[in-house]
C-alpha cells in the first residue's frame, strides 16, 4: 500500500515530463557552467577554447583499456603519453603545456557514447585521439561531430569511420579496404593460389576484412571455397575447419585477432585437407602473442600489417622513451603505437598553426579553425611517415606490408617499403 | 444425490497400486472422513480428487460434472477446495493476501484493469477485500489479517489455510488432517470451526484424520481404506467395531490408534 | 599479550598479507604512485578494524586487542617487505617478473619505495624502505586497535537520542541537489578538472537518497508533499545537469527500465531469467528495422520491391513504440511456451541459451542485420521537428519510461495477477491447487517483462544510433539481473537504487578504469553475503529472506480461545 | 580420507542409506503433479516432436547428404565431436557434482577451471626450466603428470577459496542470491587473472610425446584428443563409484538430500561440502590443463564459454546426474561437430543448434535426458 504514494509521485513526475518543457528553462540558467557546455542548449560548445595561463591543453583519448583488446588499447595509451611527455618537453606551445585526458572506451559502441558525451561535456577538451576499436570510434562519432570536437584515430579501420559528411572524423590508421586489396593481390600474384577459404571472427573488423578480402579474390579470378564465421572465445575450431578442408582449400585467410588466428593457425595443421593449405590474417594477429600462442604452427604463415613507413631514428627514439618510461617494448603489446603517437603530434600540429595568444595571455584555440587545420595537415614527419589528410580525413602514412613468420619472428616479404 | 460421486478410482505409481478401485459418495452437507493407517492411499487419493494426480482408472464427478482431466485450478473453480496435511501457506505474503489468492477463480478483473485501475476493478478489489475479512472473522482470525501468514502461530495457520480454501466459495472443503499437531484445546476449536461450517455455510466436507476423537465426533460418515482398497463404510459407530479395521489398525501395529478407536 | 594475541594476530596478518599480495599484484601501486604505501596501510587498517571488531573477546588496547593488532601489522608488515624485496631483488638482477605477473614492473614496485624506477633497476634500495613498509602497517595495526576502542567507548555511553533531528535526513536530497546547482555555476571550482564527474555523483546520491527519504516518511500529507518535491527535484534534475552527466543517467534509467520488466519475471513470479537482453535486443532491432530500413541489405531490396523510399525512417519514434513492444511481447510468448513446464535452474539455463540465440541470430542474419557491422543512423525520437536526440531529452524520456513502467508494474503488484504471481513464486503446485492459471500467469510473466524490455531497446537503439550484436551480450543480462537483486528483489524504489549503484557509479569511478570489473564482482559477492535482501527489500521480499520460523510455535493460536460461536458469522448470515 | 562421523557410526550411514531409498521410492507431490499434466499434452508433444524430427530428417536428406562430403569426413567430424564432448564433459561433471550436493549452480566452475589451467602452464614452464621435458620418455611423463598434478592443486585451492568465502555464508539462502554470488566470483576470477597475469594467452608447448596424433587416411586424431576423451571417461567412471559406492559418496548423498537430518546422522556437512568442492575443483583443474595441452592456449576468459557449453551439457543430461553430464556433453560435442554440415548451414549457426536442441529436448523431457524424477524436486 505504502507503494502506491511512491508510484503516485513517479506518476506526478510524468506528468511533469509531459508539460511543455520551456517552463524549467530558469533551472537552466542556473547552471550555465564555467567549464561546461550549456547542457540546454544544443550541445554546440563555444567556439574558441580559452586556456587561462598555467593550465594546459587537454587532448581527449579514447582508449579500450578493458574489452576484448586491452592490450593494444594499453600500447596506444602510452604512446599517447609518450608524445605529450615529447611535446612538453620541447615547451607545449608558448609555455602551455599539453594533457592528455584518457579515458576507457572499452571498444564498445557503448562506451564509445559515453566518453564522446564526456569530452563534449568538456569545454577544455580541445580535440581527441581515439577511439581505438572502430564500434567505440562509431559511439564517438556522432557526438564530437555534433560538438565540434575533432578527433584523430588511431587505429579504427573499419572504411566507414570516415565520410564525406563528417568534418572531424580522421585517422592515421589505412582502411581495412585497402589491407583487404593488397592481401588478396599477394595471395594471387604473388603465391600465384587461387582456391581460398576465408574466416572471420564475427567482429565488425574482421568480417568486415574477410569480405573486402573475399571480394578482391573473386574479382582478381580467384576461388573462395568457403566463408566462415567463428566466435571471439571459442577454442575449439576442428569442426570448421573440418568442414573448409572439405572444399581443398591451398590457402585460409582469417579475419580477427591474434588468440584466434594462433589457434586456427594450429589446428588446421591437423585437419583432412588443410595439412598444406597456407595461413594468411591480418594486422590484428600481427602480434607477438600471436607468434606466442601459436609457437611452431605459425612459421610460414603470412600476417598483412597496414605499416608507416617508419622512420627509423624517430622510431628508435621512441621506443627508448616507452621502454625507460614503461618499462616494456611497445611491440610487446600492440602494434599501433606508432599511429598513436603520430595522431597526438597530428593534433599539436594542428593546434600550434591555429592557437593564438589574447591580450590578457590567454591561449585562445578556434574550434572551427582547428578542424579546417587538421584537414589541411601536410608533410608532417611522424614516426609512421609523412602524414597528409586528404578530404576525407585519411591522413595515415604508409601503405600495406606482408609479413612471415620465420624462426619465431616476423619478416616482411612483400608490400610497402620493399 | 451426492455431490460427490467417485467410483472405482485406481492411481498407480511404478508397481505400487497406491489407491485401488475406491468408491466413495458424499452426500451434500455432509461431514465424510476418511481413515487409515499410515500409507493407506488416504492422501494420494485426495490427490487424485483435487486434480493433483490422474488416476488410471476410475470416474469422479462432482455436482454431475466428471473431474478426471480437469486441472487442479479448473477443480477449484468447480467448487472443490482443499488443505494440506503439512501446512503450505504463502509464507511471505500476508494473511489478508492469502485470501485474496484463494479467491483468485472467483474475481474477474485484468491486467488491463489493474493497470488503468477500472471501476470494475477497484470495485472487485474492494469486494474481496470485505469478503477475506469476513472469511478471517469467521475462522476467528479478524484482526490478524496484516500479520506475515509464516509468524501466524501454528494453529492460526491451520485456520488460515481453511480461510483460504473458502476463498474460492467452494461447495466441498476437503481438510487433510485439519488437528495433526494440535493440542486438545485447539482440537476442540477445530472441532467446532468443522460444524460451522457445515451447519452455517451449509458446506460438503471430506477430512482426513488420524485423531479417532475427532472423526468420532463429528463424521455422519466414515471410510476407511487399508493397502489403497476400501476395507470398510459406514456410520461411525458402525465403523468402529468393525473387525476388519480393528485388524488393519492392530496388523499394521496402530495399537495407539486402537486404543481409541474401543 | 599472550597467547590469544598472537595468535589472532597471526592469523589476521596473514589474512592481510594475501590482500596486500593481490592488490600488489593487479598493480595498484603503480596507479598510486607516491602515496602508494599510505593507501597501501590505509587499506590493511580498514581491513584489520573489520576483522577486530568483530571479535569481542578481545580485550582493551592495552591488551590482547593492542596485542592482536600489533602483531597483525608487523607481521603483514614483515612478510609484505620479504615479498616485495624478492620482487625488486628479481627486478634488479634483470629478472623479467612481468613474464608471469603482468603488473611487477619496475614503475609499480617502485611506487612501493616512493623511489625512483631507476633507483629500483640499480638495486639501490636502502633498508629504510623496508622499514617504511613494516611501520606503516604495524601502524595500521595501532590505528585500527584504536578506532576499535574508541568505538567500544562510544557505545558504552549512549548519547542522547537527538529525535528533534531525526527529520534532517529528509533535506539530503535538497542539500545534495543544491550542492549540484552550486557546482555548476561559474563562480565555483572545486576538484579541478573532476568537477563534472563529482557532480554527477551528487546528481546520483540525491536521487538515491530521495528514494530513502520518500520510503522513511509515514504515508500522509508530508509524504505528499515531500513526493511532490522531489519528482519536480527529479524533473529539473535533467536541466540542471551537462551533457556527460545527462548521457550516464540516460543509461542508467534505461536500465532502470530494463530492471523494472526483468523485476516482474524474477522479482514478482520467481522466474530465473538469464536471457532477458533477448528481449532489450529485439525492442532495439525492431526500432532500428523501422527507423534505419537503410542499413539491412534485405530491408533494402524489399523496400525497392515495393516501390518504397529508404532514404529515410519508416516510421516515427512514436509510432513505433507499439510495434516494438509487440514484438518483444510475442518474443516473451514465444520464449514462454516452450519453457512453462521447465522450473528453476533449467528455465535459467535455457533462458540463457534463448538470450544467446537471439544474439547470435543478430550476428549472423547479416542480410537483415547488417552482422557484426550493425545498424546505423537510427533516428532519434522527434517532436514537431524538434530532435530529441541529445543525451538531456534521451534522460526525460527514459525517466518518463522509468516512471511509466514503474506505475504499471506497481498496478500489478497489487492486483489478482500480482498476487497469482507471488502464489506461483512461493509454491506452484499449491497455487495451481488454489485455482491459479499456471500457463496463463506465467506467460503473462514474460510477456509483460519482456514487453518493457522492448520499450528500453527502442530507447536505448534511439540513445545509441548505432547498434551491435556485441551490444546485447549476456552481460546485458547479468548486468539487469544483478541491479534487480542488488536493490532489492520484487523492490521497484530498489530497481533505481540497484541501477545507480551498478551503472552509474562505475561511470563515476572511471578513473580506476581497469578495476572497475573487479571492484563490481568483489561488490556483488559482499552484498550477496551481508545483505542478500538488497539494499532497499521490497515488504514480502524482506519477509521472504527472514530466518524461517520464529515463535510462531511458541504463540497460542486462537484455536485455544475460540468461542463456540466467534464472531457471530456475517457470512453465513448473508449467504442464507 | 574419511569423516570420524561416518567411520564411528557405521550403522547411522546404513539407515541414512535406507532413508534415501525410502524418499527415492516415495514419488513427491510436485513430480507427480507434472507426472498428471505430462500425461494430458503428452500426445500433442510427442506428435511435435515426430513432426520436427521428419522435417530435420528431410533436411539433412536433401541438403547436407547432398553436399556430397567423403565418408571421412563424417567420421572425422564425428570424432571432433567426441573429443569437443569429452573436454566440456571433463567441465560438467563438476558442475554436476557441486549441483548434485548443494543444488547450486556453481557459475564460477569454468573458472576454476581456467586456473588450473593457469598453474598448469606455470609448471609446465617449471618443467621446461629444469629441462625434464627434453629427457627421455619416463621424465616427459612424469612432468606431464606433475603438471596435471599442479593444475589439479591450482584449481582445489581457488575452488574451496570460493567455497569458503563466496559460498559457505550463503547456505540456506534463497537459491538466487549464491547464484548471483557465483556469477560475481566468476567475474572476480576472470578479471583478477586479467589484472594479475595479463591478457596475453599463455601457450602450453606440447612435448613430442603427445604431439601429432593418429591418422588413417583421411581421418586423423590428436592425441590431446584421445587423452582427452579417455580420461573423461575414467573420471566419470571414478566419480559415479565414488558417490554411489564409497562412503564418503554415501555421505555426499545424505547432505545432498537433506542437510540437517544429515547433521543430525553425525555427518559433518562442512566437511562433506568442501569435499565435493575438492572433487570437482580437481576435476576441473585436470579438464583445465589437458585442454592447455589440447587447444595450447590459456587466457584469463578461457574457462567462460566452455563453462557455459559445459553447463548446457550438464543440463541436457539432466543435471545432477553423473553419467547423464557424459551423455550431454557428448551429444553436445556431437551436434556442434556434425550439426552445421548435416543441416547444410554456416558453422557460425553451431550454439544456435547446440541451445535450440538444448530446449527442445527440455520441452520433452523436463529434467534432461538421464535426470532423475528427484532432480526436478531440487530444480
Known sequence: MRQKWQIAGLFLLLAGCAAPAPAPQTAAEVAPAAEEAAPAAEEAASAQVVIAPGQTIRIGGSFALTGPIPDPGKDIRQAAEIAVDELNAAGGIDGFLFELVAEDGACSGDQGTVVGNKFAADSTIVAVSGGTCSGETFGLKPILQRARIPFVSPSATNPDVVDAECDVCNRVALSDALQGQVDADFVFNQLGLRKVAVMHDNSDYGKGLAEIFQNAMVALGGEATAFEGVQVGDTDFRAALAKIGAGQPELIFFGGYSTEAALIAQQMKETAGLENARFMSDDGAYTQQYLQAAGAAAEGTYMSFVAGDAQAEKLAAFTEAYVAKFGVEPSQLGPFHGQSYDSIQLIADAIRRVAQPDDSGNLVIDREALIAAIRSTAGLAGITGTLTCDELGECGAGGVQIFTVENGAFKQVAGFGM | ?262 | MGMLAARHGLRTGALAFVLLTYLTLIGLPGRLADLAMPVLAGVAAIFFWLVLRRNPQLGGIYGSLGGTALWAGLLAGGFYAVLTAFFAGLLANGVRVQLVFDKIVPQNLAALYAVMPGALLSGELSPVGWLRQVGLLGLAGVAAALLVAGERWLRRRELPPLAALRWLPLLLPFVLLAAVIGLGSPAVTFGGNNQGTIRLLLAMLAVGSGIFAARAVRPGGARRVLWALLAAALVGLPFLLDQFQNSVMGIVFIFVMMGLGLNIVVGFAGLLDLGYVAFFAIGAYVYAFLAAPFSSPWLIAQLQGWGLPVSGPLVSFWLALPLTMVAAGLGGLLLGIPVLRLRGDYLAIVTLGFGEIIRLFMLNLAELTNGPRGLLNIAPPTVGGYSLGNPRDIFLLALAGAALIALVANRLDGSRLGRAWVAMREDEDVAQATGIHLVYTKLMAFAIGALFAGLAGQLYAARQTNIFPENFSLFVSIDALSLVIVGGMGSIPGVVLGALALKGLPEVLRGVDEYRIVTFAALLVIMMIVRPQGILPSLRRGRELQEQGGSRADQPSVLETLPDNAGGSPLAQKER | MQFAGMALQPLKAVRIYCEIRVMVKTPSFPTLVRLRQASAVRWWVRLLGVVLLLLLAWRVAVVGLAEGYPASFWISQTLNGLVLGGVYALIALGYTLVYGILLMINFAHGDVMMIGGFTGFFALQLWIGVGWLDGSALWVVLALVLTVVAGMLGSVLAGITLERVAYRPLRGAPRLVPLISAIGASLFLQYSVLLIFGVTPRAYTRPALIEGGFRAGDIFVPYTGIIIFIVSLLLMLALYLIVQRSKLGRAMRAVAEDKSTAALMGINVDQVIVFTFILGSALAGAGGVLLGFHNTVVKFNSGFIPGLKAFTAAVLGGIGNIPGAMVGALLLGLIEALGPSALGIPTEYKDIIAFSVLVLILIFRPSGLLGEVLSEKKA
Open chain 2, 1 to 262: 444425490m451426492a455431490l460427490l460421486e467417485a467410483r472405482r478410482v485406481t492411481k498407480v505409481f511404478g508397481g505400487l497400486v497406491a489407491v485401488s478401485a475406491v468408491d466413495l459418495s458424499v452426500g451434500e452437507r455432509t461431514v465424510a472422513s476418511l481413515i487409515g493407517p499410515n500409507g493407506a492411499g488416504k492422501t494420494t487419493f485426495f490427490n487424485c480428487l483435487t486434480g493433483l494426480y490422474r488416476p488410471e482408472e476410475g470416474e469422479i464427478r462432482f455436482n454431475g460434472q466428471p473431474m478426471i482431466g480437469l486441472r487442479p485450478d479448473q477443480i477449484v473453480a468447480a467448487g472443490m477446495a482443499r488443505t494440506y496435511q503439512n501446512i503450505r501457506l504463502f509464507g511471505s505474503m500476508t494473511v489478508l493476501e492469502n485470501i485474496l489468492v484463494g479467491q483468485h477463480v472467483r474475481l474477474r478483473s485484468t491486467p488491463l484493469g489493474a493497470i488503468f485501475q477500472t471501476p470494475f476493478t477497484r470495485r472487485e478489489e474492494e469486494q474481496a477485500e470485505r469478503r477475506a475479512r469476513e472469511l478471517l472473522a469467521f475462522v476467528g482470525l479478524s484482526g490478524k489479517g496484516d500479520l506475515t501468514a509464516r509468524n501466524l502461530p501454528y494453529g492460526d495457520q491451520r485456520l488460515l489455510e481453511v480461510a483460504r480454501a473458502l476463498g474460492s466459495s467452494p461447495r466441498m472443503l476437503l481438510l487433510d488432517e485439519p488437528a495433526a499437531g494440535m493440542n486438545p484445546r485447539e482440537t476442540d476449536g477445530m472441532l467446532r470451526l468443522i460444524r460451522r461450517l457445515r451447519d452455517e455455510l451449509e458446506m460438503t466436507i471430506l477430512l482426513i484424520e488420524h485423531d479417532m476423537k475427532v472423526v468420532m465426533s463429528i463424521s455422519d460418515q466414515v471410510t476407511v481404506l487399508d493397502y489403497g482398497k476400501k476395507i470398510a463404510e459406514g456410520q461411525p459407530a458402525a465403523v468402529r467395531s468393525d473387525p476388519l479395521v480393528i485388524e488393519a489398525y492392530l496388523g499394521s501395529g496402530m495399537l495407539e490408534g486402537h486404543s481409541k478407536l474401543t
